[in-house]
């Protein structure tokens, strides 16, 4: 997380979009208490964060705690991005329908309301886990936002979780009276359910026994064989996809309120499961922040780096036009003016020469291409940190294709941005680096 981001709040405008404002009570006090970490906007935070904590949790001023707040607004953010990458084309849903759930600090002194973000910092407990990874676990878990998720069709627990959260006694009227099955069907399921809580259960009380045990895993070909020795485990474990698919299809029909967000155990306390995540699940959550600030970190690098070379070739030209190209992609990308517009303010004849000079499908490659460059060479060793070495070696082969799939959805994003013809505005991720990258250089007409 930048410093910059600790007098910056995330707030929605009237469109329901995100808009970062900048809080001057908050950036003049950080001047005064912190003047070292604001003068060198140092990305790493950590400590700044650490005493903002202390001087609230002491009581000194409300400014601290005004400070975590703007932070904690772009963890929000994130979190809720991150759910309409995963989920928001298969379901039909975008960060516009998020953000109002969640997204509801307006900066303003407390009042009877408390801003969501308010209680994300009350809540937090130092030490375990990062700020940042506690506010996208209570921002994923949100009851309203996942009551609105479930009304789309999403139920995020895993088959496993309902499989071991689902009583044999329940299978008569779920799978005969809702989905219709005959009778055999329902005792072969009802079998199987049986031998799968036998195993399955047993296997998460030993691995764990008196604590927290986590998100439910996939079985292990081992459990499989346990539950059913007489077909292969390929089989076994369709069979339990299929029954925890008309499972989580009841669900979603019957729940008009609140999801069950996490897996309870038969002896677990609702009211826990839902509160505090498993170590594992914050580990995970740590990963995601320290790869989303790597991958930011290696878009603005690639931005710059690329943004320099065109201007350098452009200025070596009999004609140089560095300069008009900067403040073509600028009105372009950042001010959304059409090209036809820019033409005349770029001393261009029309359209077609402001096209051909920004050569925009070129340029977004050429940062593609840098962009991808930097992760692979940074990323591995993230990733050595926050896993084993047999799950290194497992993901290893697939890592450049995920950070190329990562990559060729932010181009694609910036790409439909592009071609809205009027009114555009800078919501995509590359835009948004792009227009940082042109303030940076002091390019604004």
Not at 53 to 64: F, I, P, Y
Not at 246 to 274: K, T
Request: glycine residues 4%; neutral net charge; contains cysteine.
């Amino acid at each position: 997380m930048n410093v910059s981001d600790y007098w910056h709040l995330q707030k929605l405008d009237s469109t329901g979009q995100s808009r970062r404002q900048r809080l001057d009570a908050a950036h003049l006090w950080l001047q005064q208490q912190a003047p070292t970490a604001v003068a060198e906007n140092d990305d790493d935070s950590r400590l700044l964060q650490a005493r903002l904590l202390r001087d609230w949790q002491q009581g000194e001023t409300v400014l601290a705690l005004l400070c975590l707040r703007c932070a904690v607004s772009h963890a929000i953010l994130r979190a809720c991005f991150q759910l309409v990458s995963q989920f928001g084309d298969y379901y039909q849903f975008c960060s516009a329908d998020l953000l109002p759930f969640v997204l509801d600090d307006e900066g303003k002194p407390l009042g009877t309301y408390r801003p969501f973000g308010v209680h994300i910092v009350e809540t937090y407990t130092p030490g375990r886990a990062s700020l940042e990874s506690w506010a996208a676990h209570l921002a994923r878990n949100h009851s309203e936002l996942n009551q609105f998720l479930i009304e789309q069709g999403l139920y995020r627990v895993s088959d496993w979780a309902i499989l071991n959260d689902t009583s044999t006694g329940q299978l008569p009227k779920i799978l005969g009276e809702f989905h219709r099955l005959t009778e055999a069907e329902i005792a072969a399921a009802a079998t199987l359910l049986e031998r799968y809580h036998a195993v399955y259960r047993r296997d998460r009380l030993q691995l764990s026994p008196g604590r927290q045990r986590g998100r439910c895993q996939v079985p292990s070909d081992r459990q499989l064989q346990a539950i059913n020795a007489a077909v292969p485990p390929r089989t076994v474990l369709g069979q339990l996809r299929q029954l925890a698919y008309w499972l989580r299809q009841y669900r979603i029909h019957v729940r008009g309120g609140n999801p069950l967000l996490e897996p309870l155990d038969p002896q677990d306390d609702p009211a826990v499961a839902a509160s505090a995540p498993s170590d594992s699940d914050l580990q995970q959550d740590d990963f995601l922040q320290t790869y989303r600030q790597q991958f930011d970190e290696a878009l603005a690098a690639a931005m710059t780096a690329t943004l320099q070379v065109y201007c350098d070739k452009l200025g070596r030209k009999k004609l140089p036009q560095g300069d008009v190209w900067l403040k073509a992609l600028y009105l372009f990308h950042c001010e959304g003016e059409g090209m036809k517009a820019i033409a005349p303010k770029v001393g261009l004849p029309n359209q077609v020469a402001v096209t051909r000079l920004m050569n925009l499908k070129r340029f977004r490659a050429d940062v593609c291409s840098a962009l991808l460059t930097r992760l692979q060479a940074q990323v591995p060793d993230t990733v050595r940190q926050f896993t084993s070495p047999e799950q290194l070696q497992a993901v290893g082969d697939r890592l450049d294709a995920l950070l190329s799939e990562e990559v060729t959805r932010l181009i694609d994003e910036a790409e439909s941005e592009a071609k809205i013809p009027h009114n555009r505005t800078a919501n995509s991720r590359f835009a948004r680096q792009l227009c940082a990258s042109l303030h940076h250089r002091a390019i604004v007409p």
